[in-house]
């Protein structure tokens, strides 16, 4: 008798099936099942085409199909895809209700819901095999993964091959470290294979189906990587608390589940240090930080390790596939979901997930990733002002070299207009136009939204497609309202991808979330300064309280890359040192409303539990002071508020010490060349360094009367 739903392997086709296929024959084709039963396909119908060519592939593959077939036509209705695999864990699951299964031979999440009406007979099957370690022939659905069939099974000879010495950890140190250039190329290497939904075969690696099979798609990645030249190693993360969860547009459902997962890596210098980058194309455009990576699986307390490329499977089953069949065999069942996926769903990109993702950097390691999972949230690199318009704006900020400085920015200057141009990326599936609007505040450790002044909007002249860096601007503005240092922001809005409601942010919550947990919002409160050995510079900031609400907060400030031998001071309002603790600062100077301390070691100096008072709005002065021994070089400084023991905001300094051709005093507003003997009189307090004379003749300077007569104004 015909059952309407059973698992079998293929035995065969009536005819030349794939001559019938490009025929799109209207006659019926039959598939014979080693169980004796058979269906009927009409290949003159494109989703009947599609099974025909998953059901060949699953006979070339030796393994079994879950057929559905419609009670009242016979009519083939759905293909699932059963596993053999031992049970690795169950666990509750809370929506749907039921269990969650982890199989060993399987990375993504299986849900047995408790309303099944096989329920209690599935799930006793699947805890027996979790207490024996016998095998199950375990049926998900394509998307959902929710369990429709589970059956006894002998246990795959593959579970047998151990090599328990590729499964030690080992270090990335064991790599040639590779440029950022290159690792870049190797991921295009391998991910450039990808499979189309629509057409998925072999050798083709089917990221397009995230959902399971990575260590397939790792171990076909690392092998494309060493036939040019490259060796890898692979990084392994094992769920903690909670399953891992990416998203991803490549599901209906915009994210998969998995109890682990896998990717290769490599070893790339960086910034003169060594980083782990992983290669993961089923989640990223681009490789990553091996930290970026992680914080992607939404699992904070989730485990990793690295391992030798040549293991294949971490957690149980086959350790190893020397000559690659497995990879083959593993690929080919997910390339066959991909193509019943494609079949069911008329193919990716899902509706639901195509969507422009335009974000900016909020530190040059920034991925748009929400939340921001590392560095300053108030360095972004892709804010840039200038004095003049820029004659090509892409050029000059767009290259890959460009997009990897955050000091290409000139001081906005007062009096006179300042462009300002915004560099955004699109890490979405859709292109889409878009709105920055753009706002300044004078410099603080918290620029609350209530202290943003609107310069105006920046509105992209064409849409910025999928995985494009483009220069925005620039807007022109006039008003600066007096000289000094600026904090910019920069909001974008997309038709998809709206713009925070600012009005909405009522508390030190709401803006940490505004910045940090949107990654279409960023502000840049970093400057750089041109610097002489042998002066003292002075920086005044605003410590900001929250509007209408008392906080405690923390400040500290970051001295670690300052040269030796540089004198630090601080001095703020004596009132928040009260009931505050202080770290390496040592109190010099004292009056009845501020206290000076001097930075007792160069590091991290606290203010620790500051209580700031509603609206508070108290200034710190930073005095800086270098040797006249001191070398020449980038150094840099940054003082950041805390509240809660998060990062609410940063002042960002970067001192450029060098030999600059012509040197100012700040108090009498002369200008020299740096080698007159009068400029070496100037006071260290008053010497300001300038590149060129056009802009401190700008600022209101006077030529010497000695080495600059020809810029001298005054006849003396």
């Known amino acids: 008798m015909a059952q309407n739903t059973f698992i079998d392997e293929v035995a065969g086709f009536s005819g030349n099936i794939q001559q019938a296929r490009s025929q799109r024959s209207t006659a019926p084709v039959s598939v014979r099942f080693k169980g004796g039963q058979s269906i009927a396909l009409n290949l003159s119908d494109a989703r009947h085409r599609g099974w025909s060519r998953i059901l060949e592939s699953q006979q070339r593959l030796g393994k079994p199909v879950y057929v559905d077939l419609d009670p009242n036509t016979s009519e083939l209705r759905r293909l699932l895809f059963p596993l053999t695999s031992t049970v690795r864990a169950l666990r509750p699951h809370v929506a749907p209700p039921g269990l969650a299964i982890e199989l060993t031979l399987s990375a993504a999440v299986q849900v047995l819901r408790d309303s099944h009406p096989r329920y209690a007979e599935f799930s006793a099957l699947l805890r027996e095999a979790l207490e024996r370690g016998t095998a199950l022939l375990v049926t998900d659905t394509n998307d959902t993964h929710e369990i429709v069939d589970v059956r006894g099974a002998a246990l795959p000879d593959a579970l047998a091959k151990k090599a328990r010495d590729l499964a030690r950890d080992v270090g990335i140190q064991t790599l040639t470290p590779v440029t ?121 307390d989730a485990v990793t390790s690295i391992s030798e490329r040549g293991l294949y499977m971490k957690f149980g089953g086959p350790t190893t596939d020397p000559n690659y069949t497995l990879t083959q065999s593993d690929m080919g069942t997910y390339r066959n979901r991909l193509l019943q996926r494609f079949l069911d769903t008329e193919g990716p990109p899902y ?25 300053g949230i108030s360095c972004s690199p892709d804010i840039n002002h200038f004095r003049e318009e820029l004659a090509d704006p892409q050029a000059a900020l767009g290259s890959a070299s460009a997009k990897a400085r955050d000091d290409l920015f000139e001081r906005a200057e007062f009096g006179q207009p300042n462009y300002i141009y915004v560099r955004l990326q699109n890490r979405g599936s859709a292109a889409a136009d878009a709105t920055i609007d753009v ?103 605003v410590i900001r309280g929250w509007p209408r609400i008392p906080y405690r907060s923390d400040l500290e400030l970051d001295t670690a890359q300052l040269p030796a031998g540089t004198r630090v001071e601080l001095r703020l309002l004596k009132r ?118 056009a802009r401190p003749i700008a600022q209101g300077y006077n030529g010497c009367a000695y080495c600059l007569r020809e810029l001298n104004t005054d006849g003396d």
């Open 351 to 375: 509706s639901v997930c195509y969507k422009e993702d335009l974000y900016l950097r909020d530190n040059l390691d920034d991925q748009g990733l929400e939340p921001l999972p590392r560095g």
């Open 439 to 541: 706002y300044y505040s004078l410099a603080s450790s918290l620029p609350t939204p209530a202290s943003w002044q609107r310069i105006g909007a920046i509105q992209t002249s064409s849409p910025v497609a999928p995985g494009e860096f483009r220069v925005a601007g620039p807007l022109v503005w006039d008003t600066v309202p007096q000289a000094g240092h600026y904090c910019f922001i920069a909001v974008v809005d997309t038709p998809r991808d709206a713009k925070p409601d600012l009005s909405a942010v009522h508390t030190i919550d709401d803006f940490y979330a505004l910045v940090r947990k949107r990654n279409n919002v960023t502000w840049k409160n970093f400057d750089v300064e041109n610097f002489f050995a042998d002066s003292i510079a002075r920086y005044s900031f």
């Open 576 to 693: 928040l040192t009260i009931e505050a603790t202080v770290e390496q600062l040592e109190a010099i100077n004292t009056t009845s409303e501020h206290i000076t301390c001097r930075v007792t070691a160069l590091g991290t100096a606290r203010v620790r539990d500051m209580a700031l008072r509603a609206s508070d709005q108290s200034a710190v002065v930073l005095s800086i002071s270098t040797g006249p021994q001191t070398p020449s070089g980038a150094y840099q400084f940054s003082l950041r508020q805390l509240i809660e023991g998060n990062e609410v905001g940063r002042v960002t300094q970067r001192l450029n010490i060098g030999a600059f051709p012509y040197m100012g005093n700040r108090g009498s507003l002369e200008l020299h060349v740096a080698s007159c003997e009068w400029a070496r009189q100037i006071s260290p307090r008053n010497k300001v360094a300038f590149e060129n004379t």
């Open 180 to 300: 950022p250039a290159r690792a870049q190329e190797l991921f295009d290497l391998a991910g450039a294979g990808t499979c189309a939904p629509a057409d998925p075969d072999a050798p083709c690696v089917p990221f397009m189906y995230p959902d399971d099979g990575c260590w397939a798609r790792a171990h076909e990645m690392c092998r494309l990587m060493a036939n040019a030249g490259q060796e890898s190693l692979k990084v392994w993360i094992r769920r903690g608390t909670t399953a891992l969860h990416a998203n991803t547009s490549n599901h209906p459902s915009c994210g998969v589940d998995w109890g682990w997962h896998v990717a290769p890596v490599l070893a790339v210098s960086i910034a003169g240090a060594v980083e782990t980058w992983v290669i993961d194309p089923a989640l990223f455009p681009t490789p990553v930080p091996l930290d970026v990576w992680f914080y992607a699986q939404h699992s904070a």
